[in-house]
């Protein structure tokens, strides 16, 4: 009879078979009461799955991320329970988990209400309380589908049709509701808890395809606690108020508009945000060693087809035919365009590394529904930059990128990142020896780092291998950013060469670098991270200046005229509105500094100082004022 391995190494023989709950008993009580699902052999089973053969296993509670999913995976199907018993003829569709949570999709003429989710919720909580017992059974194919149509659940028939007619399905049952399910699943509706809340409403096409119906989709969350739900939840108020739209509209920084989706509108105060980033950047890279080029953003078709990109993205480009019936498309990168730079004039190995830089404008089709403010949009700027050296650099010039990279991560207030690596796919081009060299080149610059990282197997492009820096955020959200590719592919497509030392013409390695990425993008985890608070170094608007009345409105101009003089940004408002007003609006905008002039600072050639999110005052002359800010007005790294 079976010999069960624990993670431990340690064995225990049965003299019977056994189910997983009991192989917990054997471990202990304890774990027995917490155990959620059991690994088998690395697949997830129900407690109560037989176990007759050797085999290794793993016992998972809510602790575990694994036991985790699974109660989120229950109480999607304790929310489809819910929903039928209160609204009959409803019915269900699909109910993923997903990251946090879960959500459920219904097909239902009505619609949902903010006042029905309550009634959810509070039903769902008596079907834990009831306790309803969960079994598995194993139905044919075709029963299945008879039995749903029957039911009349045509899209639960329609999802089995497509599974292959020699396969069984797998049905659920928790007490009479069943569903089409693979599980596992916990033993009753009990051990779920009450850790969870439903938290929106909205519609969802079936599969996902705008040809289809329009479904009504609940979102909602679970936990393991009461408090995991509460912080959760408080995590998820604190990110509203931080949502980039609200405070981009607050703080007038750009708008959208249905005439061009996905294109931002970036207002004066947004566009020097954006500035001030490129500005920094452009300094960073020029003491890098980076050359500054600018491609165009229109290439014929031929060019997109040699580098392989119209095959890969072509669905994505945006194109157009000229009337001489040449088609052009609107780059969705920048990649190709640099390529042809370093194919003007003879290149020698003395000139590697040749590191090339632009802020290229770049066009991506993305469905209307997947645009998302600033983070998803179809038109935005890329930080773009491509090194071109030999196989022998590529190590050193991973170390110097992926060095660059941390310390502007850390100028912008940014210092818990992870990296993500990710070496070669089953399909790829470029020999092994090159892949050889480009993966330990990369993981070298990884470990180098001294930061968490994590290995993606085989999930690197086509083309060569990958990081990925994630950073966290003040309330704990990791925002995928930077990239660093190695590109074994494209310089041979696209004939790019160098003269060796031997005389030899060679392929350069083209490195693929991005630091913020997409700068709209970027800037949207600005706003959220700084909850518009920026730091004063890159602040869209640091200082301004406000009269206690008009007859202050000539000293006022000359206080922000000075400020300018010496590099930072100020303004004067001289609208007729009283000082208490006037200081609820420029603080709303997050304005750094509110500098107040009156009588008193006329007389003392000073400013009286009120800072963000303080009602203290504190008075300063005009010179004190310009040299203790100046100084705060630039990066650590200046």
Request: proline share 4%; aromatic share 10%; with cysteine.
């Amino acid at each position: 009879m079976p010999t069960i391995t624990l993670p431990d190494g340690n064995n225990i023989d049965f003299k019977r078979e056994v189910t997983g709950l009991e192989v917990a008993e054997k471990i202990s009580k304890s774990l027995a009461k917490q155990a959620i699902v059991v690994s088998i052999n690395g697949e997830l089973k129900d407690l109560d799955h037989i176990i007759d053969k050797d085999c290794s296993i793993k016992i998972f509670t809510s602790k575990n991320p694994e036991g985790l999913e699974i109660i989120r995976h229950d109480t999607a199907h304790i929310l489809a329970m819910a929903v039928q018993e209160l609204f009959p003829g409803t019915q269900v569709t699909i109910g993923p988990v997903i990251e946090n949570g879960f959500y459920y999709d219904f097909a239902r003429k009505e619609p949902f209400t903010e006042d029905d989710l309550v009634k959810i919720e509070n039903k769902m909580k008596e079907i834990v309380d009831r306790d309803e017992v969960t079994k598995r059974e194993v139905w044919g194919r075709n029963e299945a589908i008879n039995h749903f149509k029957k039911k009349g659940e045509i899209y639960k028939a329609e999802l089995i049709k497509s599974i292959p007619e020699n396969q069984d399905v797998s049905i659920y049952f928790h007490g009479d509701w069943h569903d089409l399910c693979r599980g596992p699943h916990l033993s009753s509706t009990g051990k779920i808890g009450k850790f969870f809340k439903l938290t929106k409403v909205s519609g969802a096409y079936w599969r996902g395809d705008s040809k289809n119906e329009m479904l009504q989709r609940i979102y909602g969350t679970s936990w393991a606690t009461q408090k995991d739900l509460d912080e959760y939840l408080k995590r998820i108020e604190e990110a509203e108020k931080r949502d980039h739209r609200k405070l981009g509209k607050e703080m007038d920084l750009f708008h959208f508009r249905e005439e061009s989706p996905g294109s931002v509108f970036w207002h004066d105060r947004g566009w020097a945000l954006f500035q001030k980033l490129i500005n920094y950047m452009r300094h960073r890279q020029e003491n890098a060693g980076y050359k500054e080029i600018n491609t165009p953003e229109v290439l014929d078709r031929q060019l997109w087809e040699k580098s392989g990109h119209w095959g890969k993205y072509g669905d994505n480009m945006y194109t157009s035919e000229t009337p001489d019936e040449k088609v052009f498309a609107i780059k969705p990168m920048n990649c190709p365009g640099h390529v042809q730079v370093f194919n003007q004039g003879l290149k020698s190995y003395k000139d590697l590394p040749l590191r090339y830089a632009e802020f290229g404008k770049v066009h991506r089709y993305e469905p209307s529904g997947a645009l998302h403010g600033l983070l998803r949009v179809r038109a935005f700027t890329q930080d773009d930059a491509h090194i071109f050296c030999s196989e022998e650099q590529i190590t050193s010039e991973c170390l110097i990128v992926t060095n660059l990279i941390l310390d502007i991560y850390k100028d912008l207030g940014f210092e818990n990142v992870i990296l993500k690596y990710a070496d070669r796919p089953e399909v790829r081009v470029g020999d092994d020896e090159v892949w050889d060299k480009a993966e330990e080149s990369l993981l070298q610059a990884v470990k180098a780092s001294k930061l968490k990282y994590s290995i993606n197997k085989g999930e690197g492009a086509f083309y060569g291998p990958k990081i990925e820096f994630v950073l966290r955020d003040a309330i704990g959200r990791d925002w995928q950013c930077g990239t660093l590719q190695v590109d074994l592919n494209l310089p041979k497509r696209l004939d790019a060469s160098y003269i060796d030392k031997d005389g030899t013409k060679k392929v350069p390695v083209m490195l693929h670098r991005a630091l913020f990425g997409s700068l709209e993008r970027f800037i949207g985890i600005l706003i959220e991270n700084f909850a518009g608070k920026f730091p004063f170094w890159i602040s869209p608007l640091q200082t301004m200046v406000i009269p206690i009345s008009a007859e202050f409105n000539d000293y006022a101009e000359k206080v922000s005229k000075k400020i300018k003089n010496a590099g930072m940004t100020s303004s004067v408002d001289l609208k007729n509105q009283n000082l208490n007003y006037k200081i609820r609006d420029h603080s709303q905008a997050k304005i750094p500094l509110l500098l107040i002039c009156g009588k008193k600072e006329v007389d003392s050639n000073s400013v009286t100082i009120r800072r963000l999110d303080s009602n203290k005052q504190e008075n300063m002359d005009i010179d004190t004022f310009l040299k203790t800010f100046s100084a705060l007005n630039k990066a650590s790294s200046n």
